[in-house]
């Protein structure tokens, strides 16, 4: 834990982080004028500072890696002169102080659909769509990096992707279509290969056909692999059942699609869908619909009962050396009141994130459903909360979880527990370990009465490979840092 320190900078949010090879680690910090980047070492002694400046309606650093032994972040700018989204790396030069700004690629702004990571600032020229519409995604290792940018078609989906490899030589520039009206494709995710940089896209389709489902999802999953020169794809449905999400995930010889499912509608969920795909011929080797287990209804509810849970959202999946999938999603919803004012007048509307319990569950390689816990949790604010929802990692066959609360563990029956509270004023950092059988039990890592500053829970950084987090505390210009290292 480093020691508090004032930060000039008092407004900024932790983006994201780089660890390096010698287990040190870069701090990615955004404010009102640019980025603030630290480097730390093992114990989180600083090393060394760097300030790039770029206003926000000119830019933003997307994310960053570690471009062989240095440091590399990705640009997209906005060239108003050409009308232009442009592309850039910044590579940390030997000299350790410097960036080396190099172009990748650009496109036409007229062209583009308002992607997520730029939509607050490319306005009137581009027009808005509802799927996810720009990603970066790195490989595993970093081997390989890859964009996918939605381009503007209304009678198609259409994307643009580009694939590097670590010292940003281009491998792969392809044109993705699929003939159908971009608002009946939803793009899930993208994943791409540590071994030769293929692209593994997957979209959710409303199609003509599966509109005359009787029952089940109206829809269907395709999962598309794009590689130099190459693009195959297959289909699979939700058959009478809901799918709301897929995500994908690589392994070193399999491919999955995890999610969950319901036998009632999108919004429900009943247990866990999870599919094993051959990543070179697409085949699906298995598809397996489980529902929640007893244990985690007793979680849940302290009784067994047969009722669907609503609003969860993936936090992580980590897929293990044996190619068991451990899933860490949250109950997270938002909920909009209006009150009244004098003389039935229409009063204020006040906005409520709700943090919920977590869920955690173990899949075997074949689709089976090993084991599902529910943590039961309750927080809530006015505002989205770095303080609240929780970080994770998995190592050594446990999984960690690392949750705010007020110090007060409530009770429930059956011998059940609840963790409350937490905030930017006050937090007990409290660690929840679950082994291998599913079974688990929690310890206080800080005592908010001894902290001079509250950490965030729900915004830690990764580094060593997952076995270690760093956290972020503040109050006001007051910070300080604390690394938990994981064996």
């Given at each position: 834990?480093?020691?508090?320190?004032?930060?000039?900078?008092?407004?900024?949010d932790?983006?994201?982080s780089?660890?390096?090879?010698?287990?040190?680690v870069?701090?990615?910090?955004?404010?009102?004028?640019?980025?603030?980047?630290?480097?730390?070492?093992?114990?989180?002694?600083?090393?060394?500072?760097?300030?790039?400046?770029?206003l926000?309606n000119?830019?933003?650093?997307?994310?960053?890696?570690?471009?062989?032994?240095k440091?590399?972040?990705?640009?997209?700018?906005?060239?108003?002169?050409?009308?232009?989204?442009?592309?850039?790396?910044?590579?940390?030069?030997e000299?350790?102080?410097?960036?080396?700004?190099?172009?990748?690629?650009?496109?036409?702004?007229?062209?583009?659909?308002?992607?997520?990571?730029?939509?607050?600032?490319?306005?009137?020229?581009?027009?808005s769509?509802?799927?996810?519409?720009?990603?970066f995604?790195?490989?595993?290792?970093?081997?390989?990096?890859?964009?996918?940018?939605d381009?503007?078609?209304?009678?198609?989906?259409?994307?643009?992707?580009?694939?590097?490899?670590?010292?940003?030589?281009p491998?792969?520039?392809?044109?993705?279509?699929r003939?159908i009206k971009d608002?009946k494709?939803i793009l899930?995710?993208?994943?791409?290969s540590?071994?030769d940089?293929?692209?593994?896209?997957?979209?959710?389709t409303?199609?003509?056909n599966?509109?005359?489902?009787?029952t089940?999802g109206?829809?269907?999953?395709?999962?598309?692999?794009i590689?130099?020169?190459?693009?195959?794809?297959?289909?699979?449905?939700s058959?009478?059942?809901?799918?709301?999400?897929?995500?994908?995930k690589?392994a070193?010889?399999?491919?999955?699609?995890?999610?969950?499912y319901?036998?009632k509608n999108d919004?429900?969920?009943?247990?866990l869908?999870?599919?094993?795909?051959?990543?070179n011929?697409?085949?699906?080797?298995?598809?397996?619909?489980?529902?929640?287990?007893?244990?985690?209804?007793?979680?849940?509810?302290?009784k067994e009962?047969?009722?669907?849970?609503?609003?969860?959202?993936?936090?992580?999946?980590?897929?293990?050396?044996?190619?068991?999938?451990?899933?860490?999603?949250?109950?997270?919803?938002?909920?909009?009141?209006?009150s009244?004012?004098?003389?039935?007048?229409?009063?204020?509307?006040?906005?409520?994130?709700?943090?919920r319990?977590?869920i955690c569950?173990?899949?075997?390689?074949?689709?089976?459903l090993?084991?599902?816990?529910?943590?039961?949790k309750?927080?809530t604010?006015?505002n989205p909360d770095?303080?609240?929802?929780?970080?994770?990692?998995h190592?050594?066959g446990?999984s960690y979880?690392?949750?705010?609360s007020?110090?007060?563990v409530?009770?429930?029956?059956?011998?059940?527990?609840?963790?409350?509270?937490?905030s930017?004023?006050?937090?007990?950092?409290?660690?929840?370990?679950?082994?291998?059988?599913?079974?688990?039990?929690?310890?206080?890592v800080?005592?908010?009465?001894?902290?001079?500053?509250?950490?965030?829970?729900?915004?830690?950084?990764?580094?060593d490979?997952?076995?270690?987090?760093?956290?972020?505390g503040?109050?006001?210009?007051?910070?300080?840092?604390?690394?938990?290292?994981?064996?």
């Amino acid at each position: 834990m480093t020691d508090v320190f004032k930060d000039n900078r008092k407004f900024t949010d932790l983006s994201f982080s780089v660890s390096d090879n010698n287990k040190g680690v870069y701090l990615v910090r955004r404010y009102n004028k640019g980025y603030y980047i630290d480097y730390y070492d093992s114990k989180l002694n600083i090393i060394k500072a760097y300030d790039i400046e770029m206003l926000k309606n000119e830019g933003n650093i997307e994310n960053a890696f570690l471009r062989g032994d240095k440091l590399c972040l990705i640009e997209s700018f906005y060239n108003k002169p050409t009308k232009e989204l442009q592309y850039y790396s910044r590579t940390l030069q030997e000299d350790g102080m410097s960036f080396k700004r190099e172009f990748l690629f650009s496109i036409p702004l007229k062209d583009i659909k308002k992607p997520n990571f730029f939509s607050s600032w490319l306005g009137k020229d581009s027009k808005s769509d509802n799927d996810v519409l720009g990603m970066f995604k790195t490989s595993t290792s970093a081997n390989f990096i890859a964009f996918t940018i939605d381009i503007l078609d209304n009678e198609a989906e259409k994307h643009f992707i580009f694939v590097y490899d670590n010292n940003l030589n281009p491998i792969n520039q392809t044109e993705f279509t699929r003939g159908i009206k971009d608002r009946k494709f939803i793009l899930q995710n993208i994943d791409v290969s540590d071994i030769d940089g293929t692209v593994y896209l997957l979209g959710k389709t409303y199609t003509k056909n599966k509109k005359e489902k009787i029952t089940g999802g109206k829809y269907q999953f395709e999962l598309y692999k794009i590689g130099n020169n190459e693009q195959n794809s297959v289909v699979f449905d939700s058959e009478t059942k809901y799918i709301g999400s897929l995500t994908t995930k690589i392994a070193d010889n399999n491919l999955f699609c995890v999610g969950f499912y319901s036998l009632k509608n999108d919004n429900r969920y009943k247990g866990l869908v999870h599919l094993a795909i051959d990543p070179n011929s697409l085949s699906i080797k298995s598809s397996t619909y489980s529902p929640f287990t007893p244990q985690f209804i007793i979680d849940k509810y302290g009784k067994e009962k047969d009722k669907e849970l609503r609003n969860i959202v993936f936090r992580e999946v980590f897929i293990t050396d044996t190619d068991e999938a451990i899933i860490h999603a949250e109950e997270f919803y938002i909920e909009i009141t209006q009150s009244m004012g004098a003389n039935g007048m229409m009063g204020g509307q006040y906005t409520t994130y709700n943090y919920r319990d977590v869920i955690c569950a173990k899949i075997s390689s074949d689709g089976k459903l090993v084991w599902a816990r529910n943590i039961n949790k309750k927080q809530t604010s006015g505002n989205p909360d770095r303080y609240l929802s929780f970080s994770s990692s998995h190592i050594n066959g446990k999984s960690y979880l690392f949750i705010n609360s007020n110090g007060k563990v409530r009770k429930l029956r059956n011998d059940r527990i609840e963790f409350r509270g937490g905030s930017s004023n006050s937090a007990y950092l409290t660690a929840v370990i679950i082994n291998s059988e599913g079974d688990f039990d929690f310890s206080y890592v800080v005592d908010s009465n001894h902290a001079e500053v509250p950490f965030e829970a729900g915004a830690a950084v990764v580094s060593d490979n997952g076995k270690a987090l760093v956290f972020k505390g503040r109050v006001g210009s007051k910070k300080q840092l604390l690394k938990i290292s994981i064996n």
